[in-house]
């Protein structure tokens, strides 16, 4: 799919100025007149005739009457050639080739913008030169040419550049931002739309300004941020229906319907969609036309209405054909596979699929032809033919993949949110065909990649080591295992249907179990692989709050009473009412917890409670509290395992570099923060609250560290900050933010005291720029482990510490309340005195810690990931 359908009409804009000839009036007294005076009067008269022909043909043009504005700007062509007017000639040339993109005749707007370009450079008229290698740009970017189209464009640029056209040079730029978006290249798609929004803002072109944020909007879509989307779409939408722009109205309302779309929002889809095909056939613009009736294809196909699903992608795929737009005719097909697959009719889902991934081949459509490999994949798998299945979705995955080199960390953890489809498909088919192994390795190379680039990028001796680093092999998984000395339990959610387990011991063998989620009594619609997949991308829309396993989730969450776990106060958590010491407690959501995630693979962890446990968590996964799943008699899983968090296998690897790395600096200092000045957050602002307790921790635990605490009007941002970069321990008692505070989309952040000019919030963003060298932080306050939950795992402050540079972190998965939170850290710190493991000091903490507080809400929240030792 294009950014958008180009602005046309923004070109009629750069046009020649063609001036209307001037007449005087002569005396009869000098009436006079030579046969040369009379001669250069009538060419005065032809060509004024000519430009009134002219203007009235953009005139008609911007009103959407492309016929009679052709019919004006043949006539005042012929009569510019008669009277011999090279560059009102090649305006009109231009204006026509113009005028038949729009119409999708790219054949003869080819011929006609190559016919100006000949004359530009003839009277070397630089700025019709470059206008019409802008013109041809968009007919070759219209035809899925994008070498061409980047070459044309780089021309024309070159050229406003040269002359100083600020508007062309803006154009220029949305036009190359619009030809890497249909490469897949979305980092260089929003640069240069950018740069094309600050030019046009800066000359204020309201018109130029809306097609860089419609630009901008469906970049952000295919990067997954619909948010984003959303809001570039409607400032977009109120531009144009500010400068009367039907064409752009459409565009942005088109646009606004797909983004609700993948929000699973089908009713605005189509509310939206339907307006942007009214706006389409007022104009008569056939391509915007095709594509939104495949747009509504797509959202009643995802509403389960197959029949009009099908009518509106074989309406789409008779005016792409019509047109000759490949890149719709191949989404066309693409839609018609979907639709036909979900009715279960594969062999005809299988042929429009195949036919989809010819056409995306052959226009060199990486997106689509990803999307097309994964769709074919499916049908495929559902068919039964595995090892067809297998190929095609290993390739979808390596294209797929292809798409996100030269992404930021953020771009590419948002766009993988869109591809996850072939890695879970592809795990199916390895475990229909018995391949466990191959699928523990899809498995892993499906999880936290943009989390492990940027890591290994910290961690790399130069700027100049590629960021890419390869998923690891089954040798690999086996060789950390090793080197870890731990159990690691790999868990992958696909989608309602099955939980796959692996489990990998220190001695390499490898052992799989599978766990059916349809058997799960969650009242939940079903989903199935094919839901909500584009036709161009084989994206998923599917929330993962939506699945049963979440739901089970949050039901175990909530008989914690940790549920709302949201909120800024550590101290007002809620817990249970009061037990007896010493008395067990049954939680049957957490038996039902164990069940599911632990009984299946009880018979193969370690049997020394000592012996490291590392569990890898899939989705909601993460906002489980291992430590305190019960088995059938009410024994917490602690009792019987040293228990850790990563997000992925590799992680493990690249926190044991982190970790050698801080062993060679010998760091001594320690860091103690608890209960600073507390900073305001919120409109209007509002001042957390103190927290006493956690002052009274920090000088228990810098005591046990043999340093000072930092409290109250000294725990300073700018302080602290400058403190973090030489502690080789940092423990930080305050308040935790989760969706309070977001910056650069990164949730959380830490309370210290502000001054100056911060506002005391050290944020994720801001942590993810630090280069700590610290082996341990803990974060006693609340939600510190949580996040955003992605498939590269839990954005928020975990991540951005180990980023940063920290190999262990200890953080809460819930609101902790004060007093037995203080007791479980400074419990923790004398264990690790007596023993350096800070897993098993950490379970030692959380034993003592249950026999006075026996309720899990208070000794279960926290979680040690990384290194243990």
């Known amino acids: 799919m294009k950014l958008q359908k180009i602005g046309l009409s923004g070109l009629i804009s750069i046009l020649p100025t063609l001036t209307v000839g001037e007449f005087r009036f002569i005396p009869n007294s000098q009436f006079k007149i030579l046969n040369s005076q009379a001669l250069a009067q009538t060419q005065a008269q032809r060509k004024a005739e000519a430009d009134r022909l002219f203007k009235q043909g953009i005139q008609q043009y911007q009103i959407s009457q492309f016929q009679a504005a052709l019919q004006s700007w043949q006539q005042a062509l012929i009569i510019y050639r008669e009277i011999k007017d090279r560059q009102s000639e090649g305006a009109a040339l231009g204006s026509l080739g113009i005028a038949y993109l729009n119409l999708g005749d790219y054949a003869k707007g080819i011929e006609y913008a190559q016919q100006w370009l000949a004359i530009a450079r003839e009277i070397k008229d630089r700025q019709s030169e470059g206008a019409a290698l802008g013109s041809l740009g968009i007919a070759y970017l219209s035809l899925d040419d994008y070498a061409k189209a980047i070459e044309y464009t780089q021309q024309w640029l070159a050229i406003a550049r040269e002359i100083k056209d600020r508007q062309s040079e803006g154009k220029a730029l949305g036009n190359l931002g619009n030809a890497y978006f249909s490469l897949g290249d979305y980092a260089k798609a929003i640069e240069y739309a950018q740069q094309q929004l600050a030019i046009a803002r800066e000359i204020k072109d309201r018109q130029s300004e809306g097609a860089a944020l ?101 309406q789409h795929l008779a005016i792409a054909r019509e047109i000759k737009d490949r890149q719709s005719e191949g989404i066309a097909l693409g839609n018609l596979g979907n639709a036909y697959r979900n009715l279960g009719d594969y062999a005809k889902a299988i042929e429009y699929t195949q036919q989809q991934l010819a056409v995306a081949r052959e226009i060199k459509d990486r997106d689509s032809e990803g999307g097309a490999l994964n769709n074919l994949g499916l049908a495929l798998y559902k068919s039964g033919d595995l090892p067809a299945a297998e190929k095609n979705l290993l390739d979808s995955i390596k294209v797929l993949e292809s798409l996100r080199a030269g992404l930021d960390d953020a771009n590419k953890v948002s766009i993988f949110e869109t591809q996850t489809n072939p890695y879970l498909i592809l795990q199916q088919v390895f475990i229909a065909r018995k391949k466990t192994n191959d699928a523990l390795e899809i498995a892993e190379r499906g999880r936290a990649r943009a989390f492990v680039e940027l890591l290994a990028s910290r961690l790399a001796p130069s700027a100049s080591v590629p960021t890419t680093i390869n998923p690891p092999n089954i040798q690999q998984i086996q060789k950390i295992a090793k080197e870890q000395n731990a159990t690691l339990v790999e868990y992958s959610t696909i989608w309602n249907e099955a939980l796959y387990i692996w ?367």
């Not at 009214?278 to 594509?291: C, H, L, N, P, V």
């Not at 037995?820 to 350096?836: H, V």
Request: aromatic fraction near 4%; charge should be neutral; charged fraction near 20%.
């Open 214 to 314: 419609g630009n901008l909007g469906l970049a952000y879509r295919n990067l997954g941020d619909y948010a984003k989307a959303i809001e570039y779409a409607q400032q977009h939408l109120a531009i144009a229906r500010e400068i009367k722009d039907r064409d752009s109205e459409g565009n942005a309302l088109g646009n606004l319907g797909s983004a609700y779309d993948n929000l699973g929002n089908y009713a605005k889809a189509i509310e939206y969609q339907q307006q942007s095909l009214a706006i389409a056939r007022e104009i008569k613009d056939r391509r915007s036309e095709g594509k939104s009736l495949g747009n509504l294809g797509i959202a009643y196909r995802n509403l389960g209405d197959y029949a009009k699903a099908i009518e509106y992608a074989q």
């Open 503 to 869: 489990v990998i011991k220190p001695t390499g063998e490898i052992t799989f179990r599978s766990v059916d989620l349809k058997s799960l009594d969650i009242n939940l619609p079903e989903a199935t692989e094919g839901t909500r997949v584009s036709a161009a991308t084989g994206r998923r829309g599917l929330n993962e709050q939506d699945t049963a396993l979440a739901e089970m989730i949050r039901g175990t969450r909530e008989a914690l009473g940790v549920s709302a776990g949201d909120t800024a106060n550590k101290q007002t958590a809620n817990p249970p009412a009061s037990t007896p010491a010493n008395s067990r407690i049954i939680y049957p959501k957490l038996q039902q917890s164990y069940q599911l995630l632990i009984q299946p693979i009880a018979d193969l962890l370690p049997t020394d409670p000592n012996a490291p446990v590392i569990f890898i968590p899939h989705k909601s996964l993460f906002l489980v509290p291992f430590v305190a799943l019960q088995d059938p008699t009410g024994q917490y899983l602690i009792e019987k395992h040293t228990i850790l968090t990563a997000p992925a296998i590799q992680i493990l690897d690249l926190t044991r570099r982190s970790r050698q790395k801080v062993r060679q600096l010998s760091l001594q200092n320690n860091l103690v923060i608890g209960n600073p000045i507390m900073p305001k957050i919120g409109n209007p602002p509002r001042q957390l609250a103190p927290l006493p307790g956690s002052e009274q921790e920090a000088i228990t635990i810098a005591q046990l560290l043999n340093t000072k605490p930092i409290t109250g009007s000294q725990a300073t941002k700018a302080s602290i900050v400058q403190q973090m970069l030489k502690a080789r321990i940092i423990h930080l008692a305050t308040h935790g933010l989760l969706n309070e505070v977001k910056r650069r989309d990164l949730p959380g952040a830490i309370a210290l005291a502000p001054s100056g000019n911060d506002d005391g919030l050290l944020t994720s963003s801001e942590i993810l720029d630090l280069k700590l060298n610290a082996e341990l932080v803990v974060l006693s306050a609340c939600n510190t482990g949580r996040g955003k939950l992605t498939g590269d795992g839990v954005l928020g402050l975990s991540r951005a510490l180990i980023s940063a540079g920290v190999s262990s972190i200890i953080v809460s998965l819930w609101l902790v309340p004060d007093e037995p939170t203080a007791e479980l850290m400074a419990e923790f710190y004398r264990q690790l005195q007596k023993n350096p493991n800070k897993a098993q000091a950490l379970r030692q903490a959380m034993l003592m810690t249950m026999k006075m507080h026996p309720t899990p809400q208070d000794w279960a929240a926290f979680t040690l990931i990384g290194e243990a030792e």
